[in-house]
């Protein structure tokens, strides 16, 4: 990791918690699909963040879902747990984003923003001792 690296790793984690920000608001006024969107997103963007740690990135999210789990998933790094939030997330971001007459209940999505916002700590927790 380069000091200029830095500043990117940072900035991601800012986004992450915009992210958390956003579904706040959007699971308020209703909008389930989006809500998890964001939430996808708040998990992407700190994974992005911790991956800049080891200099590692990709341009596909599939190529970070992997490097996550190769690097610090498998190695114990990161709880097994949290990788598989990160796949529930991403599977149905997938759905809700991609799958027609998709429309996720508040009540079984709801409690999705508390496991995401102890993923985003759980990753600043590390980013913050890798820098």
Not at 111 to 131: A, D, L, N, P, Q
Request: proline letters at 1%.
């Amino acid at each position: 990791m380069t000091k200029e690296t830095t500043p990117l790793i940072l900035y991601r984690l800012e986004r992450a918690h915009e992210a958390l920000q956003e579904a706040d608001i959007l699971l308020e006024q209703g909008y389930t699909n989006t809500y998890v969107n964001r939430l996808y997103y708040a998990c992407f963007y700190a994974v992005s963040a911790l991956l800049l740690t080891k200099d590692l990135s990709s341009a596909r999210h599939s190529g970070i879902r992997a490097l996550f789990y190769q690097n610090f998933v498998s190695t114990g790094a990161i709880e097994i747990e949290l990788g598989q939030l990160y796949d529930k997330l991403f599977r149905n971001r997938q759905k809700g984003d991609y799958v027609d007459f998709v429309h996720f209940k508040v009540d079984e999505v709801k409690s999705w923003f508390e496991e995401t916002r102890k993923f985003v700590e759980s990753i600043e927790t590390v980013i913050k001792k890798e820098i």
